[in-house]
């Protein structure tokens, strides 16, 4: 539910399940695995998937005098399958989860945009920013091993 409310503002809601997909598809640019006709035993395959993701906010909730701050920082989680296309067997799987750090979360956290809520605090660029940063670990990963 959370992630629902990360989304909205007052003057308009960012979509992120639909910004993710689109820099996904930019990210990894390769054909389909079920497009290669005719696989050899070297051929690879990758599954990339977004297992979670959540933008930042703040809440105050408050208990009569008494108030607790909760804060939750964006971030995206990435995993991936590499496996071979013919045998369809496995050879690594990983997983990243890439956060914005706490000195830009809190810089962020006293503007204009977050105190008055006209739009969410962050948008799809900050989610979009993320994810090419976790797929950029994910990609150095892969390198190693592969």
Known sequence: MKRYLDQRGVF????????????????????LAREVTAPTSADLGLDVLIPSFQSGDYWDISLGEIGFPIFWRPKVTV????Y????????????????LSWREYLSRLFTWRALFGFQPMFGAKDMDRLLYLACHKMLDKLRKVA
């Not at 910004?19 to 990894?28: A, G, K, N």
């Open 12 to 31: 308009g809601d960012e979509n992120f399940d639909t910004s993710i997909h689109t820099t996904l598809q930019e990210i990894f640019s390769l054909p």
């Open 84 to 99: 071979y296309l013919k045998s369809k067997k496995t050879k690594l799987t990983y997983s990243v989860t890439q956060k």
């Open 79 to 82: 995993a991936f399958r590499l």
